[in-house]
């Protein structure tokens, strides 16, 4: 009978009864299979609010065989006890009887018959009681009147491992279909990572491979003292006006400064020193407490170079970080107010601008960009500089991915860093690479509301694969 039959069966008893209807009674009234009725129960739920069904784990048990013929005519035990005489049997010809191995090792467990060794015809069995009860065959005929759940779960087991009785419907006695495991399964529920995430995950790998540790960025809001001065960047330098840069009105000023470093930092600025002439300009404590967004993670890079610098003896240290910076962008197709910089720092005794040209070229070769261009730059903080660009196909032009340099004396020289020591770094961010990697020409929609959350569950993994070394590097002048 069809799916469509059993279902309408299924509806009008479910209307004339009262408390619900049990799936294995039903197909026993109506002739099915149980599984017609699963069937015609799940087909009724997919149309939705039409049937409720619960599942009910329920067990019913049969006699088998044997057990049949030992509530009919007693168990073996039993037997083996009515045909002992009083006067005794042999146990040689007890033996031979049918219930005769099985019967006489439960008997003698119950006590019922004894055996007499000394008698001159060899061993003979004895009663020890006058009567006994068959308490098997009782039970057994129990579950033949359906009253199998009145005995006790130690009574049943004892029952099934001398296989008298069996579970009705086990899965032991179902044959099973094969296991089809080419078939493709159906995808669970689940969050999908934004490109920009499973890009990160491939930098942070990246940089763990080559040796670097990931240093702490967990402060969004820094001191513009960490965030410019520490830097060697002038106080009135135009990066530091409020068109390019979020300050904060409260809290307005940070409260917690080392001040002998602020010191050394002063007079660097103010008077020079380290071979440096400085600025000369007036350097103001309340211009470096102002509170604002981080523009840049160099900031938490002075932070550690620092905390690396009170360490005696010097020990050379490779850090790098992902994560948010802040800047008062105009927003176009390539910047946004709001992005992700990653950073790269590594102090060690004599580096120069060549082995910052090589860790460049290894690590953007491990992300599979081999499209790049060095051009001379100014940063206040590094000298040289250098920004690097990579060849975007989407745009067909060449983005700017980075910029680098080696930090200058007067950064680190204050911090306490010995004078031999050389820091490089590189910094990029975080979006553009992702654009390249995924093929996305405009910015606004890897971030913001503009974005296509159907780009971010069908985006593939990343993988930035390593690609044969480059040609050398085309350095623009």
């Known amino acids: 009978m069809a799916d469509g039959p059993v279902a309408e069966l299924l509806l009008r008893r479910l209307e004339a009864s009262d408390g619900g209807l049990d799936s294995a009674e039903l197909a026993a009234e109506l002739g099915v299979e149980h599984q017609a009725v699963v069937g015609a129960v799940k087909s009724l739920q997919a149309l939705g609010e039409v049937i409720?069904?619960?599942?009910?784990?329920?067990?019913?048990?049969?006699?088998?065989?044997?057990?049949?013929?030992?509530?009919?005519?007693?168990?073996?035990?039993?037997?083996?006890f009515r045909s002992i005489p009083p006067e005794g049997l042999a146990q040689s010809e007890l033996m031979r009887l049918p219930s005769g191995k099985v019967g006489f090792s439960k008997a003698m467990s119950n006590k019922w018959i004894?055996?007499?060794?000394?008698?001159?015809?060899?061993?003979?069995?004895?009663?020890?009681?006058?009567?006994?009860?068959?308490?098997?065959?009782?039970?057994?005929?129990?579950?033949?009147?359906?009253?199998?759940?009145?005995?006790?779960?130690?009574?049943?087991?004892?029952?099934?491992?001398?296989?008298?009785l069996a579970e009705v419907g086990s899965w032991r006695d179902r044959p099973f279909k094969p296991y089809n495991f080419l078939a493709q399964g159906v995808l669970p529920d689940s969050g999908h990572l934004h490109p920009l995430l499973k890009v990160r995950s491939q930098f942070r790998q990246i940089f763990l491979e080559m040796g670097f540790t990931e240093m702490p960025t967990d402060n969004f809001i820094e001191s513009?003292?960490?965030?410019?001065?520490?830097?060697?960047?002038?106080?009135?330098?135009?990066?530091?006006?409020?068109?390019?840069?979020?300050?904060?009105?409260?809290?307005?000023?940070?409260?917690?400064?080392?001040?002998?470093?602020?010191?050394?930092?002063?007079?660097?600025?103010?008077?020079?020193?380290?071979?440096?002439?400085?600025?000369?300009?007036?350097?103001?404590?309340?211009e470096a407490r102002k509170n604002l967004l981080r523009t840049h993670t160099t900031s938490a890079s002075a932070r550690v170079l620092y905390r690396l610098a009170q360490k005696k003896p010097f020990t050379p240290a490779k850090?790098?970080?992902?994560?948010?910076?802040?800047?008062?962008?105009?927003?176009?197709?390539?910047?946004?107010?709001?992005?992700?910089?990653?950073?790269?720092?590594?102090?060690?005794?004599?580096?120069?601008?060549?082995h910052l040209m090589g860790v460049l070229r290894e690590f953007f070769t491990k992300l599979g960009i081999t499209?790049?261009?060095?051009?001379?730059?100014?940063?206040?903080?590094?000298?040289?500089?250098?920004?690097?660009?990579?060849?975007?196909?989407?745009?067909?032009?060449?983005?700017?991915?980075?910029?680098?340099?080696?930090?200058?004396?007067?950064?680190l020289l204050p911090m306490g860093l010995p004078e031999n020591?050389?820091?490089?770094a590189w910094g990029l961010s975080l979006e553009r690479p992702t654009m390249i990697k995924y093929g996305i020409n405009n910015i606004r929609e890897l971030v913001g509301h503009k974005v296509n959350l159907k780009m971010v569950y069908d985006s593939p993994l990343c993988r930035l694969d390593a690609k044969p070394r480059p040609p050398p590097t085309q350095e623009a002048a």
């Open 224 to 286: 513009s003292f960490w965030n410019f001065d520490a830097l060697f960047q002038p106080q009135q330098h135009p990066a530091r006006d409020q068109h390019d840069t979020f300050f904060l009105r409260d809290p307005a000023e940070a409260l917690q400064l080392p001040m002998d470093y602020v010191q050394r930092v002063k007079r660097t600025h103010s008077q020079g020193g380290y071979g440096s002439q400085g600025y000369k300009y007036n350097w103001k404590l309340d």
């Open 319 to 354: 850090y790098f970080s992902i994560d948010r910076v802040f800047r008062n962008e105009t927003l176009d197709a390539t910047h946004l107010a709001e992005f992700h910089q990653i950073e790269g720092v590594v102090a060690d005794h004599g580096l120069t601008l060549g």
């Open 421 to 424: 020591v050389s820091v490089i």
């Open 52 to 80: 409720e069904a619960e599942l009910r784990s329920t067990k019913r048990w049969e006699l088998t065989s044997e057990g049949e013929e030992i509530a009919r005519e007693g168990s073996h035990e039993a037997r083996v």
């Open 114 to 164: 004894r055996v007499d060794k000394s008698t001159a015809d060899g061993p003979r069995v004895f009663r020890v009681v006058d009567s006994m009860e068959d308490e098997v065959q009782r039970r057994l005929q129990m579950v033949q009147r359906g009253q199998a759940e009145k005995l006790g779960e130690k009574e049943r087991s004892e029952l099934r491992k001398r296989k008298l």
């Open 371 to 411: 499209q790049l261009r060095f051009k001379p730059a100014y940063n206040p903080y590094t000298e040289p500089s250098m920004e690097v660009f990579s060849y975007h196909p989407g745009l067909k032009k060449w983005v700017e991915v980075g910029n680098s340099g080696v930090f200058r004396p007067e950064m």
